[in-house]
C-alpha cells in the first residue's frame, strides 16, 4: 500500500463507539493527547473521560456519541499524518463526513466538535421517542428495498437511509411503517430485516426539524476550500470548495448517506486503498462487501496503528 497510488481515508460515523475507545492513541502520541484536550475545551467537559472510561450509557447519548466519534477520528487521523500519511481522498459516513472536513481542513476541529455536539440534540429532539425507527435490510438488492419502502409508507415516513453495501441497506421513519417494511422484506425474502437499536430515525424526511436548526450553525461557520476532495455523502461527489461543503453537510441530515455510490466514486477516481480511520470496523467490513479487491485497513490503536504503518512502508520500499 504504498503512498504514489491514490489513497483513500474513510471516517466512521455514529455506532461505531465504544468505552475505551482512542486511551492508547492517546496515551502514545502527544497530538492525539491535544486533540483529545481541544475537545475537551471546546465543548467545556471532560469528553476525553466519556471515550476512555464511559459510562457507556453517557457514550451513547447521540449528542455525546458524534463529537466523541469525531474527536477519536481526527486523533487518529493526526497521529497518521505526524508519520507522513496523508490521503488523496476522503469521505466519512454521515457524522463521518464531519471528520473528512476536518481532515481536509475545511472546518476548524473545534467548530466541528461543537457542531455535531448541537447535531446529536437537534436530531435527538427532531422526534419524540418511539415515533421514529430504523431496520438493516441484507439480501435484497436496492431498487426493491425502495419498492418496499413505498409500499410500507401507507401515509406514513419510510425511505432508505443509509445505502451500505450491495447487501445491505438501512431504512428509516416512522415506527409503524418500519414494522410494515420489515415484514414485506421477509416476505420477500431478505436474508435478515431487523430493527436497530437507535435513538432517533436519521437521514429521512422526520428529520427536516433538526436540518433546519443546523443550517444556522453552519451557514455561521467559516469554511476553508478543502486541501484534497471530500467525497459528499447526498450526492455521492467530489466536494472541492468551501459553500458545496457547507451546502451538503445541511442536505445530508434528511437526505441518504450514499455510501456504497460514494466508495465506488473513489474506486473510479484511482483510490486503490482505503484506510478507516477512527474507532470500530463498520467501513471496513462494508468495503468488503463492496470490492474485496482494494486493500482495506483499519486504524483505531496502537496494534492497528502499527500495522498500518508496516504496511505502508513494505509497499513503499
Known amino acids: 500500500m504504498s503512498q504514489t497510488s491514490p489513497i483513500a481515508f474513510l471516517f466512521p460515523g455514529q455506532g461505531s463507539q465504544s468505552v475505551g475507545m482512542g486511551k492508547e492513541l492517546a496515551a502514545n502520541h502527544a ?104 431496520a438493516a435490510i441484507v439480501g435484497l438488492p436496492l431498487d426493491r428495498v425502495t419498492g418496499i419502502c413505498r409500499e410500507a409508507a401507507n401515509g406514513d415516513i419510510c425511505q432508505p437511509a443509509n445505502l451500505n453495501s450491495p447487501e445491505q441497506t438501512v431504512i428509516s421513519g416512522n415506527a409503524t411503517a418500519i414494522e410494515r417494511a420489515i415484514k414485506l422484506a421477509t416476505e420477500r425474502g431478505a436474508k435478515k430485516a431487523v430493527s436497530l437499536p437507535v435513538s432517533a430515525p436519521f437521514h429521512c424526511a422526520l428529520m427536516q426539524p433538526a436540518q433546519d436548526r443546523l443550517a444556522p450553525d453552519l451557514q455561521a461557520l467559516s469554511f476553508q476550500k478543502p486541501a484534497f476532495p471530500v467525497v459528499c455523502n447526498v450526492d455521492a461527489a467530489l466536494v472541492t470548495d468551501a459553500e458545496p461543503a457547507r451546502a451538503a453537510l445541511i442536505r445530508q441530515v434528511t437526505a441518504a448517506v450514499k455510501w456504497e455510490p460514494s466508495i465506488r466514486l473513489l474506486i473510479e477516481s484511482g483510490a486503490s486503498a482505503f484506510v478507516e480511520v477512527g474507532p470500530g470496523k463498520v467501513l471496513w467490513g462494508l468495503m468488503r462487501q463492496i470490492d474485496r479487491s482494494k486493500a482495506s485497513l483499519a486504524v483505531n490503536d496502537e496494534a492497528s496503528l502499527q500495522k498500518a504503518l508496516s504496511q505502508f512502508s513494505e509497499t513503499s520500499a
Open 31 to 134: 497530538i492525539a493527547r491535544q486533540t483529545f484536550e481541544e475537545a475537551d475545551q471546546a465543548l467545556g467537559y471532560k469528553l476525553s473521560q466519556v471515550c476512555f472510561e464511559g459510562p457507556e450509557e453517557k457514550l451513547k447519548l447521540t449528542e455525546t456519541t458524534q463529537p466523541a466519534i469525531l474527536t477519536v477520528s481526527v486523533a487518529a487521523f493526526r497521529v497518521l499524518g505526524e508519520r507522513g500519511h496523508t490521503p488523496d481522498y476522503v469521505a466519512g459516513h454521515s457524522l463521518g463526513e464531519y471528520s473528512a472536513h476536518v481532515a481536509a481542513g475545511t472546518l476548524k476541529f473545534a467548530d466541528a466538535v461543537r457542531t455535531v455536539r448541537n447535531r446529536g440534540k437537534y436530531m435527538q429532539e427532531a422526534v419524540p421517542v418511539g415515533v421514529g425507527a430504523m
